[in-house]
């Protein structure tokens, strides 16, 4: 699929540079960005993963993770190959690295995913597996099918994406997790090939200028991004430009790709965690990855009444009123509910 032109931008000696994400790649006849789905093709920048998917499965909207968007209802997930980031200890890393089009062997098309998602009885469709920012154009065409069939979009993504390509990802989507790696930028670059700035940008975006529902996943690794410290920072960067009501996962390490010799994150330290983030003042924090019900589940943040009880991704229990509120002391609670579930 060719690109739009108001993602790239000609320079000079038959160059073009991609404008979706900060990296800006600057690319010659024949190469291919870093996220390798982006490339000049005859003179143009085409998306060669269009229309062609890695798999497609059907998951508890909980395993994106989304805590607070039509809990337990079902997703169609998919995505393609390929990502924009590095990640060193990325725990999806035979598709994000892959550079082989053999592993995309499904044809799937945006109706047909979308008309998918109708049979199945999914009240969304995920971008997921991969980054969809890389493949934005396919996500936003599904998005767009999606919506005509009255079936909503969920973006899993790091968000390294910034100008036009932001505002219209977004607008395409109604509800996003975004995976905030660390609270360093040095992390960023060392361990992923980025920078934390655009990220934190992105959340502000989505936060303040769209409707969008929004959580925050973070893959605590035991040594490099679990001090109480950084944790603090990033709590404290959340209450100022976020806000207290946003669902913040914390989620358990394994060894994998190039951090195999870095042990699998204890559950204690996701605890204390959750605590150091409830006790700053984040309304709900999240544990994941391992099975702990207090973690799992969702509390009244101001009576501390039970809510939503869950077991690993299934929900046990819903105590949620029509309107969303608590059943003892009618406080709402944020996110996109529908009870009937």
């Known amino acids: 699929m060719k690109i739009p032109e108001s993602y790239f931008r000609k320079k000079e000696k038959d160059s073009l540079q991609c404008m979706v994400c900060p990296h800006g790649c600057i690319l010659k006849e024949g190469q ?28 508890p909207i909980e395993k994106k993770p989304l805590y607070h968007f039509l809990p337990g209802s079902r997703t169609l997930s998919f995505g393609t190959v390929g990502c924009n980031l590095a990640c060193r200890f990325c725990q999806n890393w035979e598709l994000s690295r892959s550079r082989s089009m053999d592993r995309m062997m499904v044809s799937a098309l945006p109706e047909a995913i979308a008309a998918a998602a109708l049979k199945e009885g999914c009240r969304s469709v995920a971008y997921t597996y991969n980054d969809p920012v890389i493949f934005l154009e396919y996500a936003m065409d599904t998005a767009k099918a999606c919506r005509e069939a009255g079936v909503l979009s969920v973006a899993v993504t790091a968000g390294y994406i910034h100008g036009k390509a932001r505002e219209d990802f977004f607008s395409c989507m109604d509800a996003a997790n975004v995976d905030l790696k ?61 806000g207290p009501e946003v669902p913040l996962h914390f989620t358990a390490f394994h060894p994998d790709h190039e951090f195999r010799h870095v042990k699998r994150t204890p559950a204690a330290t996701l605890l204390r965690a959750r605590k150091r983030a409830m006790d700053r003042g984040l309304f709900h924090v999240m544990t994941g990855n391992i099975l702990e019900d207090e973690g799992s589940s969702t509390f009244c943040h101001n009576c501390g009444e039970l809510l939503i009880a869950r077991a690993g991704y299934h929900i046990t229990q819903c105590r949620l009123s029509e309107k969303g509120l608590c059943p003892l002391c009618n406080t709402p609670c944020a996110g996109f509910f529908d009870t009937n579930l």
């Open 32 to 59: 291919r960005g870093r996220c390798f789905v982006r490339m000049i093709q005859e003179g143009h920048m085409v998306l060669d993963t269009y229309g062609r998917s890695s798999g497609l499965c059907i998951d």
């Open 182 to 242: 660390a609270f360093s930028d040095s992390f960023y670059r060392k361990y992923c090939g980025a920078s934390l700035g655009p990220v934190l940008e992105t959340l502000c975006y989505i936060r303040q200028e769209t409707t969008l529902w929004l959580e925050l996943a973070t893959l605590i690794i035991p040594g490099y991004n679990d001090s109480d410290k950084e944790l603090d920072t990033m709590v404290d960067w959340i209450l100022e430009h976020l």
